[in-house]
């Protein structure tokens, strides 16, 4: 046993110093108008011309962050302060506050809407900022985001999140998180990336009103968000917390199964860390349903058109070795660890790119690669495969 996880953290440490994290720094680094490229595409061509993501940069800032604070090379710390400074001084919104969801090439801001996701993201960057250096700058504007959500996201009467607004904190009609996303007031995927940061931001933060909050968003998870029935997470929500649309997410499951329990392990509640971690596991296995033999894990099924996705995605398998490791780490599931390794090995063999870098987005249910779809872009970011690879790492120290 110990063989073999000696064996898979030595793999991915080598994936990610000598793959994921040189890719990022060296060939998306914008040297000309600061801050990171938008975009190279699925045939590894660099578009130096697309406007770049609040969200890909708070990601990059996060996973530079976390490289430097566990391996302590100053080329990452480097990386990070470069996302940090390009985030304070061109993405966050110094009249309105919060961040812009995205900039033009010239780091002019572009589209101005405030999607609490991004803010979620910067908060998470800027918080392991914080943590790997001690930083006072990304923290101080790590808890305005945090506090900016709260005045303006939080619903007070109904509990939860409210999606996006315009840059000035008005209603804003279309609230879509993506072109994919159903358009409404609260979903299960900006709640689980509130959640996230918050957990992180509590580790240098010990705010009351932080910890309350962290508090509500695991109950709203227990209470709202998970199918008490089929352990799944529903995914879209009207104001009053009515499901709308019955997906499951495969990838959303076993990312929510380790995050909600690192939040709780962050708090140090012993009663509400045994609540979670029965509903965690349950959430864990309702994920497995979306497994392959190989241990991939595939993308979600729309249960209303009886209609299944089986697309195996970048970020998916990065979850999935993720969860499976938890599982093994924290309640001794051997089986939960071979699905992590064999994941791994799928992704070794099938996803890293080993001629250009990186990983590709996807593979097709035919086997073949996904080349539509970006290499790096405002979705595809080090942070997936990125904290994949340093969560094995420090889960082994």
Same mark, same amino acid.
């Given at each position: 046993?110990?063989?073999?996880?000696?064996?898979?953290?030595?793999?991915?440490?080598?994936?990610?110093?000598?793959?994921?994290?040189?890719?990022?720094?060296?060939?998306?680094?914008?040297?000309?108008?600061?801050?990171?490229?938008?975009?190279?595409?699925?045939?590894?061509?660099?578009?130096?011309?697309?406007?770049?993501?609040?969200?890909?940069?708070?990601?990059?800032?996060?996973?530079?962050?976390?490289?430097?604070?566990?391996?302590?090379?100053?080329?990452?710390?480097?990386?990070?302060? @470069?996302?940090? $400074?390009? #985030? =304070?001084?061109? %993405?966050?919104? !110094?009249?309105?506050? &919060?961040?812009?969801?995205? *900039?033009?090439?010239?780091?002019?801001?572009?589209?101005?809407?405030?999607?609490?996701?991004?803010?979620?993201?910067?908060?998470?960057?800027?918080?392991?900022?914080?943590?790997?250096?001690?930083?006072?700058?990304?923290?101080?504007?790590?808890?305005?985001?945090?506090?900016?959500?709260?005045?303006?996201?939080?619903?007070?009467?109904?509990?939860?999140?409210?999606?996006?607004?315009?840059?000035?904190?008005?209603?804003?009609?279309?609230?879509?998180?993506?072109?994919?996303?159903?358009?409404?007031?609260?979903?299960?995927?900006?709640?689980?990336?509130?959640?996230?940061?918050?957990?992180?931001?509590?580790?240098?933060?010990?705010?009351?009103?932080?910890? @309350?909050?962290? $508090?509500? #968003? =695991?109950?709203? %998870?227990?209470? !709202?968000?998970?199918? &008490?029935?089929?352990?799944? *997470?529903?995914?879209?929500?009207?104001?009053?917390?009515?499901?709308?649309?019955?997906?499951?997410?495969?990838?959303?499951?076993?990312?929510?199964?380790?995050?909600?329990?690192?939040?709780?392990?962050?708090?140090?509640?012993?009663?509400?860390?045994?609540?979670?971690?029965?509903?965690?596991?349950?959430?864990?296995?309702?994920?497995?349903?979306?497994?392959?033999?190989?241990?991939?894990?595939?993308?979600?099924?729309?249960?209303?058109?009886?209609?299944?996705?089986?697309?195996?995605?970048?970020?998916?398998?990065?979850?999935?070795?993720?969860?499976?490791?938890?599982?093994?780490?924290?309640?001794?599931?051997?089986?939960?660890?071979?699905?992590?390794?064999?994941?791994?090995?799928?992704?070794?063999?099938?996803?890293?790119?080993?001629?250009?870098?990186?990983?590709?987005?996807?593979?097709?249910?035919?086997?073949?690669?996904?080349?539509?779809?970006?290499?790096?872009?405002?979705?595809?970011?080090?942070?997936?495969?990125?904290?994949?690879?340093?969560?094995?790492?420090?889960?082994?120290?």
């Amino acid at each position: 046993m110990k063989e073999k996880i000696n064996k898979l953290c030595m793999e991915v440490r080598a994936e990610l110093e000598n793959d994921i994290l040189p890719f990022w720094s060296g060939k998306m680094a914008d040297n000309v108008r600061g801050g990171f490229y938008g975009r190279i595409d699925g045939n590894d061509v660099l578009d130096t011309e697309a406007p770049k993501g609040a969200i890909l940069n708070g990601r990059i800032l996060w996973t530079f962050s976390a490289a430097y604070r566990l391996l302590g090379k100053q080329e990452y710390l480097e990386t990070a302060t @470069r996302a940090k $400074r390009y #985030l =304070i001084d061109k %993405f966050y919104d !110094k009249d309105f506050g &919060g961040v812009y969801w995205s *900039l033009n090439a010239d780091g002019s801001p572009l589209d101005t809407k405030k999607q609490i996701y991004a803010l979620g993201f910067a908060i998470y960057g800027l918080s392991e900022y914080a943590r790997a250096t001690g930083d006072d700058e990304s923290l101080d504007y790590a808890v305005k985001l945090f506090e900016t959500i709260e005045e303006y996201s939080f619903d007070k009467e109904r509990n939860g999140y409210i999606e996006a607004f315009m840059r000035d904190w008005q209603p804003i009609a279309d609230m879509r998180l993506s072109d994919k996303d159903e358009n409404m007031s609260k979903t299960m995927n900006t709640h689980l990336h509130i959640l996230e940061p918050y957990a992180n931001l509590y580790r240098v933060w010990k705010d009351p009103r932080l910890e @309350r909050q962290l $508090r509500n #968003l =695991i109950e709203l %998870f227990i209470k !709202k968000i998970l199918n &008490g029935t089929t352990y799944h *997470l529903d995914l879209f929500f009207d104001d009053d917390w009515t499901v709308k649309d019955e997906i499951i997410s495969y990838g959303h499951d076993i990312e929510a199964s380790w995050l909600i329990h690192e939040a709780a392990l962050v708090l140090g509640d012993k009663a509400l860390l045994k609540e979670v971690e029965h509903i965690i596991r349950h959430i864990a296995m309702a994920a497995d349903e979306g497994l392959n033999p190989d241990g991939s894990m595939i993308y979600e099924t729309f249960v209303a058109k009886d209609k299944t996705d089986r697309e195996l995605h970048w970020w998916v398998q990065a979850e999935n070795v993720v969860g499976h490791f938890n599982l093994y780490q924290h309640f001794g599931d051997v089986n939960a660890l071979d699905t992590a390794i064999d994941c791994w090995l799928f992704i070794k063999d099938k996803l890293v790119d080993h001629e250009h870098g990186e990983w590709h987005w996807s593979i097709m249910p035919d086997g073949t690669v996904n080349r539509k779809d970006d290499k790096a872009g405002f979705w595809k970011c080090p942070y997936h495969n990125g904290r994949m690879c340093l969560e094995i790492i420090e889960r082994t120290r």
